[in-house]
């Protein structure tokens, strides 16, 4: 998302580079007593092809690389101004508490936009990505970095696990080198998801470890590649996190209305800025937008309420009928995830795209529990549920009240049907590049 003058950036010191591994070597590189994905370094045939691919990506979706930034063509003609067909202003609900995913340990990945399923609209058929080559004492001082800033707001970092799926959270890619999805050399970061006023929650940013050394700046990265993905821009003043250029030392978010830097590409969401710092003012509040969107740290020990609506604990079916399950969920805060579990069959099924209603055509002969759970970000776990009978003798009578609980333990698959949930498309959204140098 941001380019980085090479007047300002010179890389000397402890580089987080690894040292090579040995035929010896008993055991997988680890972070947080997990393996790190190391995979082969791609051939230059191997990069040349997801470069050209990338740019069939962009050409294909009518998408322009604006300096440091990738946006729908549209939105650089316009200049970022105008509001989109039917725009939801986020600050007009409670605030959403968000859980950003710092994954040091790579894995593949795949074109999408749920960062749960690994999943990037800047990758182009299926990469093996690298995880972060540094140690964990290194790796915890760019979390350090994160968390700070961070703080002020309800944002919530994860590091040493993978998040559960059904929890809406973002992720930062943490390891590997620009070329690896197409970029040119130089790049230290994207955001493929440049999502105005913070709309989608599942977004997947790239911070690439391999090309810097400073902690610092490989935090203010990560950082600034979350923050495109909530719908900031560049703007003026080197102490800032915004700044399109990378300096080293402590960063912060600007906290008056500061005047955009478009020197390294288009602004993409001045309508969301001018809604903070007046219209056309060509200015940019980080905080009031981030208070906005997030509002201040504090703890949320206010489980999800989830209601069943159907089907109703006791149902009876018969084998070959519909099974429809429709349900209600609530939280003190916007942002909450859940998912439709099938403990019997060993189904668990997020919602991604906020359904509430799924439908399960020809539900085969048996018992099953229909349970419906809900998750908030500091981790309270609210939950509905009832059983259903399908062409068997019901049980003697169960309750399907609300409660609040430990994770069920599901048992092993024998069988399954298939869930036709009603659930809305996810618009594909815009990358934008951090760059090492000017074009």
């Known amino acids: 998302m941001t380019r980085l003058s090479t007047a300002h950036v010179v890389f000397f010191g402890a580089l987080i580079?690894?040292?090579?591994?040995?035929?010896?070597?008993?055991?997988?590189r680890t972070l947080f007593g997990h393996p790190v994905n190391d995979p082969p370094e791609p051939t230059a045939e191997e990069l040349e092809a997801r470069r050209a691919a990338f740019e069939q990506y962009l050409e294909d979706n009518d998408l322009v690389h604006a300096g440091g930034v990738v946006m729908p063509r549209a939105m650089a003609e316009d200049d970022g101004r105008t509001a989109p067909p039917h725009a939801t202003n986020v600050w007009d609900k409670p605030p959403h508490r968000q859980t950003i995913f710092l994954n040091f340990f790579g894995g593949m990945m795949k074109g999408?936009?749920?960062?749960?399923?690994?999943?990037s609209p800047c990758i182009q058929g299926n990469v093996n990505y690298p995880g972060f080559k540094g140690s964990t004492q290194q790796a915890l001082a760019i979390i350090q970095v994160f968390q700070q800033a961070a703080e002020p707001f309800g944002l919530?970092?994860?590091?040493?696990?993978?998040?559960?799926?059904?929890l809406p959270y973002s992720q930062v890619m943490m390891g590997g080198k620009p070329g690896i999805i197409g970029l040119p050399n130089g790049v230290l970061g994207v955001s493929c998801n440049l999502d105005c006023g913070e709309s989608w929650w599942r977004d997947t940013t790239f911070a690439f470890t391999e090309v810097a050394g400073d902690i610092q700046v490989l935090g203010t990265t990560a950082l600034q590649e979350a923050a495109h993905s909530w719908g900031l821009d560049h703007i003026d003043g080197d102490n800032n996190i915004m700044y399109p250029y990378?300096?080293?030392?402590?960063?912060?978010?600007?906290?008056?209305?500061?005047?955009y830097n478009p020197a390294t590409g288009a602004i993409g969401c001045e309508y969301i800025h001018d809604?903070?710092?007046?219209?056309?003012?060509?200015?940019?509040?980080?905080?009031?937008?981030?208070?906005?969107?997030?509002?201040?740290?504090?703890?949320?020990d206010v489980p999800p309420t989830v209601t069943l609506k159907s089907p109703v604990d006791g149902a009876m079916l018969n084998p070959g009928d519909t099974l429809v399950v429709d349900a209600d969920i609530t939280d003190n805060f916007e942002g909450v995830g859940w998912r439709l579990m099938v403990p019997e069959l060993g189904q668990e099924i997020p919602s991604y795209y906020g359904e509430k209603s799924w439908s399960f055509p020809g539900v085969p002969k048996g018992?099953?529990?229909?349970?419906?759970?809900?998750?908030?970000?500091?981790?309270?776990?609210?939950?509905?549920?009832?059983?259903?009978?399908?062409?068997?003798e019901p049980e003697p009578a169960t309750t399907g009240d609300m409660s609040t609980g430990e994770e069920p333990t599901t048992g092993a698959?024998?069988?399954?049907?298939?869930?036709?949930?009603?659930?809305?498309?996810?618009?594909?959204?815009?990358?934008?590049?951090?760059?090492a140098s000017r074009p």
């Not at 999408?112 to 999943?119: H, K, N, P, S, V």
């Not at 776990?381 to 062409?391: H, L, Q, S, T, W």
């Open 275 to 300: 809604e903070f710092c007046g219209q056309d003012a060509g200015k940019q509040n980080d905080v009031a937008e981030l208070m906005a969107y997030f509002g201040s740290n504090s703890v949320d």
């Open 367 to 392: 018992t099953y529990t229909i349970r419906v759970e809900a998750i908030d970000h500091d981790r309270n776990v609210g939950f509905a549920e009832a059983k259903i009978y399908v062409g068997v």
């Open 17 to 28: 580079i690894a040292p090579p591994a040995h035929a010896g070597d008993p055991e997988p």
């Open 156 to 166: 919530r970092i994860a590091y040493d696990e993978v998040p559960p799926k059904h």
């Open 246 to 259: 990378a300096t080293f030392g402590k960063k912060v978010w600007a906290d008056t209305c500061t005047p």
């Open 413 to 435: 698959a024998s069988g399954a049907f298939r869930p036709r949930p009603r659930a809305a498309s996810r618009p594909a959204r815009s990358p934008s590049a951090r760059r």
């Open 112 to 119: 999408g936009t749920i960062a749960a399923e690994m999943q």
